[in-house]
């Protein structure tokens, strides 16, 4: 059988339409807590040196020029360019603050600048943070980390990209949502095509390694037809990945939402019919389907990681370097260091305050218990690879996973019977009409989900 292939049911997906977690991590960030403080940080970055595996940096830029009315992400928009200099000067105290956790010669396999807009920084501003981050950690210099940052186009020159590869990335997300432009003026991003092909044309001059794009279905306007011109164009220039996002409105939750025009929303139905266009369509042009909102080209190293069982899934979707420490820097960034996760100050004031006490700007994480790090394993191997080997889950685990999950049986076995997976006493193989029900798969294993909201916490699955 095809392992990656993708089947669309949408009489089944309207029958398990709810609303999940995306498990970027398991607990989900609403079970952090507040008692989880600096001091339990601190020893904890400490016992990860034993072994020494290697770390992840994320480095969080909240600045963008405008405001997209559709977004979701963690921003501070403003047209003051002085805003960044500050943020860099705090961003440097907490780098000092975290190296003396770390030893020193742990190797740096995987580094992301994610925002708001990275490239808000000018380009002096970018060379100093690397420079920076280069002489507290260490990065590697042989091109073979995963380092990577999220591009505006509207915000980035060919001297931009040529800057970023000689700093050290390789490679690119260009965010681009949707080419047209009646829905571009809905949601406030305006971009013309050939903005976002300068950007292109530069990333392939300069060699990086990979490059992908963000869409968004669901957005006002779209229809069928129309998304389909916008992936044409897509497919066209070729990106290695393409990520094409469930457009999440909760405007109770994002206020910029609010300036969406409901009535212009696409109906449920012309979403679903999207989704299925822009699976065939990319499917057809070549393109593996990798799970959640992702397609990646099948020479690409995220199929390459899928098919070897390798992938791994973080902050940023899924990714190929599953063993490292995550040390999150800059307001709302979290990090994942030994057996935990830890969240930043969202506010820019609170989080200088107390980075000017010389403290870190940790305010909630959480401990994973053996039972969170079991469910863990079994929703990433889900997640990543739509496979759980029972028997090895049961080996690294020492527990019988018949007994264990007693409770998970009766749902196992409906979503059986409805051709969503198949499972027996050693394997759950999700079947490809069960691949887009991912979340609803994982819903079961998670064991907070039933203590909460999820209807009003978390998007729709699909
Ligand atoms: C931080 S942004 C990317 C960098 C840059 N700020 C930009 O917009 O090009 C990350 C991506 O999240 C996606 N995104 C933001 N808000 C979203 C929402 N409400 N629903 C779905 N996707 C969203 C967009 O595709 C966007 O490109
Ligand atoms: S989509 Fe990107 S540029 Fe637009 S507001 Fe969000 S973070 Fe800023």
């Known amino acids: 059988m095809d392992t990656q292939s993708v089947i669309f049911d949408p009489e089944l997906i309207q029958r398990y339409d709810t609303s999940g977690p995306r498990y970027t991590s398991y607990p989900t960030a609403v079970q952090f807590h507040e008692d989880f403080d600096e001091t339990r940080y601190q020893q904890l970055a400490r016992q990860s040196n034993q072994g020494h595996p290697p770390l992840s940096l994320y480095f969080h830029i909240p600045f963008c020029n405008t405001v997209c009315f559709y977004?979701?992400?963690?921003?501070?928009?403003?047209?003051?360019?002085?805003?960044?200099?500050?943020?860099?000067?705090?961003?440097?105290?907490?780098?000092?603050?975290?190296?003396?956790?770390?030893?020193?010669?742990?190797?740096?396999?995987?580094?992301?600048?994610?925002?708001?807009?990275?490239t808000f920084l000018s380009h002096e501003e970018i060379h100093a943070l690397f420079q920076h981050t280069r002489r507290y950690f260490n990065l590697r210099n042989d091109d073979k980390g995963e380092y990577s940052i999220e591009i505006d186009p509207r915000e980035a020159t060919a001297e931009t990209i040529a800057l970023l590869r000689e700093e050290g990335f390789n490679r690119l997300s260009l965010g681009v949502q949707d080419f047209d432009p009646k829905v571009q003026k809905a949601v406030n991003r305006i971009q013309s095509e050939a903005v976002t092909q300068t950007v292109l044309d530069a990333a392939r001059q300069e060699g990086f390694h990979s490059l992908s794009i963000d869409l968004i279905y669901g957005l006002p306007h779209q229809s069928v037809d129309s998304f389909i011109r916008t992936l044409d164009k897509i497919i066209e220039v070729s990106p290695d990945r393409?990520?094409?996002?469930?457009?999440?409105h909760m405007p109770k939750l994002f206020k910029p939402q609010r300036r969406i025009n409901e009535a212009e929303l696409p109906s449920a139905d012309e979403k679903l019919r999207i989704l299925q266009q822009t699976i065939t369509?990319?499917?057809?042009?070549?393109?593996?389907?990798?799970?959640m909102d992702h397609f990646a080209k099948p020479e690409d190293e995220l199929t390459i990681a899928q098919r070897s069982g390798s992938l791994y899934r973080n902050f940023q979707g899924y990714a190929t370097h599953a063993d490292c420490d995550l040390i999150g820097f800059g307001a709302t960034s979290i990090g994942k260091v030994a057996n935990s996760y830890s969240q930043n100050l969202r506010a820019l004031d609170d989080y200088y305050a107390?980075?000017?006490?010389?403290?870190?700007?940790?305010?909630?994480?959480?401990?994973?218990?053996?039972?969170d790090l079991l469910?863990?394993?079994?929703?990433?191997?889900?997640?990543?690879?739509?496979?759980?080997?029972?028997?090895?889950?049961?080996?690294?685990?020492?527990?019988?996973?018949?007994?264990?999950?007693?409770?998970?049986?009766?749902?196992?076995?409906k979503m059986q019977e409805d051709g969503l997976l198949t499972f027996d006493s050693r394997h759950i193989q999700v079947l490809p009409a069960g691949r887009l029900l991912i979340r609803n798969i994982c819903m079961i294993f998670d064991q907070y989900l039933q203590q909460q909201q999820t209807q009003q916490r978390f998007s729709k699955v699909i």
């Open 242 to 248: 393409i990520s094409v996002f469930n457009y999440a």
């Open 71 to 118: 977004c979701g992400c963690n921003k501070v928009v403003t047209k003051d360019r002085s805003r960044s200099a500050p943020y860099l000067d705090y961003l440097y105290k907490e780098m000092a603050l975290q190296a003396q956790l770390f030893d020193t010669d742990r190797v740096v396999d995987q580094l992301h600048w994610g925002g708001g807009t990275p």
């Open 375 to 413: 469910r863990r394993a079994i929703i990433m191997d889900l997640m990543c690879h739509f496979r759980l080997d029972i028997q090895k889950l049961e080996q690294d685990h020492n527990l019988s996973f018949q007994d264990y999950f007693a409770h998970a049986w009766q749902a196992l076995d």
């Open 281 to 291: 369509h990319l499917t057809q042009a070549g393109y593996v389907y990798i799970g």
């Open 354 to 371: 107390v980075l000017d006490g010389g403290h870190l700007p940790i305010f909630r994480g959480i401990e994973l218990t053996p039972d």
